[in-house]
């Protein structure tokens, strides 16, 4: 039971490349999020998916999209990168959306 | 959203019981009081949860005064291992759901041997 998994864990972009960061739950879990982390402050949620085919909108989506592919997997898509999207990825989990949420272990990017 | 105020570090010796405490002054009715733990390049971890009065499990207690304006997580005989950020959530998780809740900046333990 590998819990929330993401790839890749480090990634250098350069301005306007495009790039996919993966996540899956092997928990059965039903709702996923992506959040980002910059230095030296609190998590913010890009997006989420309450349940298989849907998706909504967090604090900050902007420059982002996100597919929930199946049950186990939800991509976070980076079209145009820029460098105010260099931060640390984390995507979470929980049975449902009132549950404990599982974090996975992050992705490093940044975008020069 | 109920905003949350911890402090924003704190050192500790081994062995001694840490208490941080976090405001939350316009807390909602229907809102728990969440805290996680952070490990430098980790993702959060859940510790604890809790809506009035006292919890507590095998890895902290939550104090939480009868007005929940403020709670207090006591962590019992630090070691290094606890070095890390912990964050204080406040948000309806129990109806509305993760989704809505907010992290802050937490609060830096620095355990000191």
């Known amino acids: 039971n590998a819990g929330v998994t993401q790839t890749p864990k480090f990634q250098v972009l350069k301005t306007g490349q495009s790039m996919t960061l993966q996540c899956a739950q092997d928990?059965?879990?039903?709702?996923m999020y992506w959040y980002r982390q910059d230095p030296g402050m609190g998590l913010r949620l890009i997006y989420y998916?309450?349940?298989?085919?849907?998706?909504d909108k967090g604090e900050v989506p902007n420059g982002y999209n996100v597919s929930r592919l199946n049950k186990r997997e939800f991509s976070l898509r980076l079209e145009s990168a820029a460098p105010s999207q260099t931060s640390v990825y984390f995507c979470?989990?929980?049975?449902?959306?009132?549950?404990?949420?599982?974090f996975g272990p992050g992705t490093r990017l940044t975008v020069l | 959203l109920a905003k949350t105020t911890q402090p924003i570090s704190m050192d500790s010796y081994e062995g001694q019981e840490v208490n941080i405490t976090c405001s939350h002054n316009?807390?909602?009715?229907?809102?728990?009081i969440t805290w996680y733990q952070q490990f430098p390049s980790q993702g959060p971890r859940f510790i604890i949860q809790?809506?009035?009065t006292k919890v507590t499990n095998e890895v902290a207690s939550l104090f939480i005064p009868a007005d929940r304006k403020s709670s207090t997580l006591s962590l019992p005989r630090v070691s290094l291992s606890d070095t890390a950020v912990y964050y204080c959530?406040?948000?309806?998780?129990?109806?509305?759901?993760?989704?809505?809740?907010?992290f802050g900046t937490g609060t830096k333990l620095q355990v000191i041997p």
């Open positions: 809790g809506y009035k």
């Open positions: 998916s309450a349940s298989e085919g849907t998706t």
């Open positions: 959530l406040v948000g309806d998780t129990g109806s509305g759901g993760y989704q809505k809740v907010t």
């Open positions: 928990m059965n879990h039903n709702s």
């Open positions: 979470a989990s929980n049975l449902g959306v009132t549950d404990t949420q599982y």
């Open positions: 316009n807390i909602a009715t229907n809102d728990y």
